[in-house]
């Protein structure tokens, strides 16, 4: 079963088609839904909560159908949408007993919950203080801990490091990949930013003018770029790339020194230099590409058809 | 989770269920109304009108408190023309308190745009505006039928005479006109609350909605020689209801009475007005049109 489902989904808001004819299955632990400003991620994740209908087709979340078992769905997920949305005048502690209870904890539960996500969100020593108060970082994480508060088998981040200087942004990621290696909560993360994505997914889906441009493994992808590597050498490069061949590389090398190698699974970056020790050369510098998130999104924002691209390597 | 290790662990406690959700919401608002210390005020202010009704049916249930305070003055009756004017004084403090509570209830969530959070929780529009309403209603409740119905039952204790089954049309028109001068107050304030973010403007907003159509239908009746105008006149229009619920005489000219069809339809499309206003704006989110 996968995490959503979609089957030629279409919204239209307003007259105007938002969303058109959306496909595909995503099975991450992790999800990353990209997309420029406007591409349709939010009223993606508005449509999978139930908020809009769809015109046409189905969505399905956790293997359960958006427009027929919302209030399930919603029993499910924890939500954390993209603009301030809190009430004010609560402190932090009773806003996120509120939802909890809301969501379905009787109401001393309800306050443990509380309390535990705001130690674990950090807003431990803030939690009696009105949200009102709360700094615009507070504030996302006062989201965050209200989604988290039930135990949500699927945790929904609406851009969650809008509007937050480095350091929140951090934490926020570090937040959201302690919660992925906990491993008891799928993430569903919608961002314009391709390092959130590529910090925190394994799989990610790609919007484009409300049509899916690509649905990516970043995990196969990084495994398959993790084993591209340029390197720059003093010495002479020939009997090392005779060496590296005969172990099972793809070599060619250019002038200056330049080597550029795809390694099979077998070998590691320290092979490298122990052969590099053997032959009598220099590695001066090593690259290993880690760009795979950004060049699966520029050949994504590429492509203007109406068919899906599952982006391969 | 726990505070101490700072880790997250899923829930795996029992749920309770999805019926009891607005009540979460009612209980939550209850306690954002009296939070406020002038709700307390307006609700104590409230109940001081009962304290006098109270003394009235004493004196005049009894003979030497009669005798000593009345000094010879025409003794008056416990009935329903009296009834009906606790009713109205009731009811008209509830306005104020709807027109200062139902604001606090919604504009908070409103103004700090928080549907989208609640919404996203297994509760749908209707639960939410159930819940605000429960709230409401119980509230209003306190400064309206109950303390009618307490006089009631004070005055059949103090009766001299046998008086409560006789008069028990008086305690189902108290509880019937109350509850709908509620459910009307609590519809129109919920929805202009919806309508209106800023909560000062959304208290004048209440007022607004009951008396500007009454001297717009108070000009309209004057001018087009007609008493349908009336039906625009709120007051009118309920206080002719609690007359005819009570079974107590009427204070208009005769040929002012609006019929009882149309009382109850003009409460009807009222609520309904209201029930489209809510639709409109209780929503997660904002359709852009274009």
Aim: hydrophobic share 50%; aromatic share 8%; net charge positive.
């Amino acid at each position: 079963m996968g995490v959503i489902e979609l089957d030629r989904l279409e919204v239209r808001l307003g007259g105007r088609t938002v969303l058109a004819g959306l496909t595909g299955e995503l099975r991450g632990h992790a999800i990353g839904l990209l997309g420029p400003n406007g591409a349709g991620k939010s009223t993606l994740i508005n449509t999978l909560l139930g908020f809009h209908e769809a015109a046409a087709g189905s969505a399905k979340v956790l293997g359960m159908d958006a427009r027929a078992d919302r209030m399930r769905i919603r029993q499910s997920v924890g939500y954390m949408p993209e603009n301030d949305s809190f009430i004010g005048n609560m402190t932090g502690v009773r806003f996120v007993r509120y939802m909890a209870e809301l969501a379905g904890l009787p109401p001393a539960q309800a306050l443990e919950r509380a309390h535990e996500a705001l130690f674990y969100v950090g807003l431990g020593e803030v939690r009696y203080r009105k949200i009102s108060t709360y700094s615009l970082g507070m504030k996302q994480l006062i989201k965050l801990a209200q989604g988290l508060a039930h135990g949500p088998k699927l945790l929904i981040l609406d851009e969650p490091t809008n509007g937050l200087d480095p350091n929140a942004r951090q934490r926020m990621i570090q937040l959201i990949k302690d919660i992925r290696k906990q491993g008891g909560t799928q993430l569903l993360i919608s961002s314009h930013l391709l390092r959130d994505i590529d910090e925190t997914c394994d799989e990610v889906l790609i919007l484009n003018k409300g049509r899916i441009a690509a649905i990516s493994n970043i995990e196969e992808e990084r495994r398959s770029h993790l084993n591209f590597i340029e390197l720059e050498m003093a010495g002479s490069t020939e009997a090392f790339v005779e060496k590296m061949r005969s172990l099972g590389c793809e070599c060619a090398s250019f002038a200056g020194g330049r080597v550029k190698l795809v390694m099979p699974d077998a070998l590691s970056p320290r092979d490298l230099y122990v052969t590099a020790a053997e032959n009598g050369v220099q590695i001066r510098r090593i690259q290993l590409r880690r760009d795979s998130l950004e060049d699966i999104f520029l050949r994504a924002m590429d492509y203007e058809g109406g068919r899906v691209e599952h982006v391969s390597v | 989770m726990s505070v101490f290790d700072h880790d997250y662990r899923p829930y795996e406690g029992r749920l309770t269920s999805l019926s009891s959700r607005p009540l979460v919401l009612a209980r939550y608002a209850m306690n954002e109304a009296w939070s406020s210390k002038i709700s307390v005020g307006l609700f104590v202010l409230g109940l001081l009108p009962c304290l006098v009704n109270l003394v009235i049916i004493y004196v005049a249930d009894n003979p030497i408190a009669r005798a000593l305070i009345m000094r010879g003055s025409p003794s008056f009756s416990i009935g329903e023309t009296f009834f009906l004017q606790v009713l109205e004084t009731q009811c008209w403090f509830a306005l104020v308190l709807a027109a200062w509570i139902a604001p606090r209830l919604v504009s908070f969530d409103l103004s700090d745009n928080a549907l989208p959070i609640l919404l996203s929780h297994p509760i749908s529009r209707f639960s939410y505006l159930l819940g605000k309403f429960i709230a409401l209603a119980v509230f209003l409740s306190y400064v309206t039928w109950i303390p009618c119905l307490t006089l009631f039952i004070y005055q059949c204790y103090a009766s001299p005479v046998p008086w409560g089954m006789s008069h028990l049309r008086i305690a189902l028109g108290l509880f019937a006109g109350a509850a709908a001068w509620i459910l009307l107050l609590s519809m129109v304030g919920l929805a202009v609350s919806s309508w209106v973010k800023w909560r000062v403007i959304a208290t004048g907003a209440m007022f607004a909605v009951v008396f500007v159509p009454a001297g717009v239908g108070g000009i309209a009746s004057a001018v087009l020689r007609t008493k349908w105008g009336l039906l625009l006149n709120m007051p009118v229009v309920m206080t002719e209801l609690w007359q005819r619920l009570l079974n107590a005489p009427s204070f208009m000219n005769s040929r002012m009475d609006l019929p009882t069809p149309a009382i109850v339809s003009v409460l009807i499309v009222a609520c309904m007005l209201c029930v489209a206003v809510l639709n409109a704006r209780i929503r997660a989110r904002e359709v852009v049109r274009g």
